[in-house]
């Protein structure tokens, strides 16, 4: 018969030194060095402002993980295909979105995903800034109003759209080449390129995104995000669309 208090001693150990990589692997992850910085056809955006910058609606932890590491892991990912695919570094990101069929079969994952990562966080970053915020302005605010019912139900609709998103994903502005303007979703780093629209704007509802500082609480990250839109890059980028110049 196996001695019940020799086997109480070894469980306990077991789960001491269980508990203990428990313990340990939050610091483990904290420390994890960030990817190597990109090397290839494609690279990260400069940001035009700093991490802390959006405090207090995004933290700089949140905002120096997110680019530095989730969007460079984009980046390395497609410039990892692009190695075995010439083809991929001699076309435009938004060509290659919008014709996925086109894309070598074996390279066609890592730019959906990859090359859909790179694309949404480009954008992302140029449409948030400091000091910015509040309502609309110029020819974006006239056609919200126009085509969206006005910025009150806009910012609702988007965000409805935002916390209906299962798991990962993006809720989107398109634009037509005439400036109008419509909402949509995509799952995981999906972008609206891949059905040939244009991107006015979006919001990024992967976990990453916001969960160091709102954990589950998605709709208050999405409440505060507006604080840190800048209108004028959206208007920027609206005229680009009008003009037929807005890429990704």
Known sequence: MQNVNSFSRRSLLGFGAAAAGLAIAPK????????????GPFSLPKRAYEAAALEPNIDATTMDIHYNRHHAAYVAGLNAAAKDHGVLAQTPLQQLLGDLGKVPEAARLAVRNSGGGHANHTMFWEI??????????GEVAAAITRDLGGFDKFKTDFDTAGLRVF?????????????KLALASKPNQDTPLMDKQMVLMGNDVWEHAYYLKYQNRRAEYLKNWWNVVDWNKVNARYAAAKAGKLTI
């Open 28 to 39: 483990v992850w904290a420390q994890a060095a960030a990817p190597a910085a990109p090397t």
């Open 128 to 137: 948030m800034g400091p000091n910015a915020g509040g309502a609309p302005t």
């Open 167 to 179: 798991g990962s994903g993006w809720t989107f502005v398109t634009v037509t080449k005439d400036g």
